[in-house]
């Protein structure tokens, strides 16, 4: 797993060694920073669900001010502070061990510019989390990964790859 594009780009990213992480892939992270755009330049991002943080680093090899990781799991949370400090980011990064769901409950309105997301293919956090962001909206724009199966709650723009969908929120 490595960077694809921006100032990072071809670096490479350590993974956990754990089967229930699902890493993004490549090709769908970069479908992903294309759907934000240039929302990203000088943005502060929440990367819920974080895993190794392949998605905030992403965001911040493309412009991002900083970014926030909220994670939980042990092997990622590894991971993730091995790539941050191996892209040599901390400045510009926050590691929370954190439940994804009650951190983002607990934020208020326009607390970034914009937040990933990406949980348990099929888990209704994902549900939930469109449904907390859709009272406070605790980013100008939400964007998740799920399965393309998993039909989500209205008013986002969805974009099939696969057997994966980007949703964003605006």
């Known amino acids: 797993?490595?960077?694809?594009?921006?100032?990072?780009?071809?670096?490479?990213?350590?993974?956990?060694?754990?089967?229930?992480?699902?890493?993004?892939?490549?090709?769908?992270?970069?479908?992903?920073?294309?759907?934000?755009?240039?929302?990203?330049?000088?943005?502060?991002?929440i990367d819920l669900f974080a895993g190794t943080g392949?998605?905030?680093?992403?965001?911040?090899?493309r412009g991002a001010r900083s970014v926030d990781f909220v994670e939980t799991r042990p092997s990622s949370l590894h991971a993730l502070k091995a790539n941050v400090a191996a892209l040599r980011v901390r400045e510009k990064t926050r590691v929370f061990k954190k439940d994804a769901l009650p951190f983002a409950a607990a934020l208020p309105p326009d607390a970034y510019d914009v937040a990933f997301a990406d949980p348990p293919y099929e888990s209704r956090m994902l549900d939930r989390l469109i449904e907390g962001w859709q009272q406070t909206?605790?980013?100008?724009?939400?964007?998740?990964?799920?399965?393309?199966?998993?039909?989500?709650?209205?008013?986002?723009?969805?974009?099939?790859?696969?057997?994966?969908?980007?949703?964003?929120?605006?």
């Open 54 to 61: 392949a998605v905030g680093l992403e965001a911040l090899s």
């Open 1 to 45: 797993m490595r960077i694809v594009g921006g100032t990072f780009a071809g670096r490479d990213l350590t993974s956990p060694n754990d089967d229930r992480v699902r890493p993004t892939a490549e090709s769908v992270r970069t479908r992903w920073m294309e759907l934000v755009g240039d929302a990203l330049k000088g943005a502060r991002v």
């Open 137 to 170: 909206r605790f980013a100008r724009i939400l964007t998740v990964e799920h399965a393309a199966t998993h039909a989500l709650p209205a008013g986002g723009e969805r974009v099939l790859l696969g057997d994966t969908a980007l949703t964003t929120y605006r």
